[in-house]
């Protein structure tokens, strides 16, 4: 039975999809490694923690000697790496930490598989072959957008954040890795995610949370940046799909075609929060404009045909009927 190492794997994205694996998966165990750090939470992982196939071990990326030491112990056929510093605002008050992380815990993690795997460039050890590194990214890579335009793996590289630039990066000593050594590696850049589990501080948790609290509702600047939501299930099925079928040193984009602005969201929010929760006033009231962020991306937006067409994935969700199920989600969180 294969043994898969998952770094980040108590984060929101990461949690989510190993919850989504071992459920389609049963023949394969995962090993979850991840510091828990504040965005961390072992909470969203209780649906697999008794699971046979599951085991977790608290740990940093950056720490060569335990990653090493795993991959002795469990003989890793593969590594999907999700564990990264991710929070835009934070990167900008401490840019350090994302900096260790992302690159240096990638750049770790990388030569460490390639050490364990590889006797050499272009050759793996006998039975090792197929064994590979999946890389999640983001596409705050590629910069902003205008009004008009969609990111491709194409797209040149421009991040805008320190966050951004750390990931940038890890994406290119994932490439380096592959082009220098032949090492199975691919990557996925998806758009932002959305759904349970996700930590407070990201907006969507923080206009629930803010909204039945009776708080102010904070959005920047004038609210009219725009992303591109991709429900996390929808992700996960995305980020299966490349690591099984995906070619070896190629990039896919992962986005759900839902290009929202973020006041669009409140509001929406808000609506539904009035129809499902409603209280004397609309929650709309609540709504407030607060600085903008120093460098705030205007809008980012994917296009995702490279992975539809070439190995059949596809949204189920749209932006209104993920939100409503986000939305119950966390009403039984937070009320």
């Known amino acids: 039975m294969e043994t898969i190492l998952v770094t980040g794997g108590a984060g929101f994205i990461g949690s989510n999809f190993i919850s989504f694996l071992l459920e389609k998966n049963q023949q394969i165990n995962v090993v979850n490694l ?37 991959f ?52 793996y050890k006998k039975g090792f072959e197929n064994f590979r590194f999946h890389h999640i990214s983001t596409d705050e890579v590629y910069g902003t957008l205008g009004e008009k335009g969609l990111f491709s793996e194409d797209t040149a590289y421009a991040p805008n954040s320190p966050y951004s630039a750390s990931k940038a990066s890890s994406d290119f000593l994932v490439r380096s890795y592959f082009h220098t050594y032949g090492m199975n590696v691919v990557t996925t850049n998806c758009s932002n995610n959305y759904g349970p589990k ?24 004038d609210g009219k940046n725009i992303r591109d939501w991709l429900y996390v299930t929808d992700h996960c099925k995305g980020i299966e799909l490349v690591f099984k079928k995906g070619k070896p040193g190629e990039t896919y984009n992962i986005g759900g075609k839902n290009e929202r602005d973020n006041l669009y969201i ?51 969700e749209n932006f209104e009927t993920g939100i409503l199920k986000t939305i119950t989600w966390y009403l039984e969180k937070y009320k």
Not at 49 to 67: A, H, M, S
Not at 75 to 86: G, K, R
Not at 91 to 109: E, Q
Not at 280 to 285: D, L, P, R
């Open 34 to 70: 991840d510091l828990l750090t504040y965005a961390g939470d072992l909470n969203n992982l209780k649906v697999v923690e008794k699971n046979p196939n599951y085991t977790f071990i608290q740990g940093d990326i950056c720490d060569r000697e335990l990653v090493q030491t795993l």
């Open 198 to 221: 996700q930590h407070d501080e990201k907006l969507i948790p923080t206009i629930i949370r803010k909204a039945i609290l009776g708080e102010n509702i904070p959005i920047y600047g």
């Open 72 to 123: 002795e112990k469990y003989n890793f056929s593969d590594v999907i790496h999700f564990a990264a510093e991710s929070h835009v605002d934070n990167s900008i008050k401490k840019p350090d930490s994302f900096v260790k992380t992302n690159v240096f815990g990638t750049f770790t993690l990388l030569d460490v598989a390639k050490n364990y795997w590889m006797s050499s460039p272009n050759q």
């Open 266 to 316: 409140a509001n929406k929010i808000c609506e539904i929060l009035d129809e499902i929760y409603p209280k004397e006033n609309t929650y709309k009231m609540q709504i407030s404009f607060v600085k903008d962020r120093a460098g705030h991306d205007f809008r980012y937006a994917i296009d995702a045909t490279k992975i539809e067409q070439e190995l059949g994935w596809k949204a189920d």
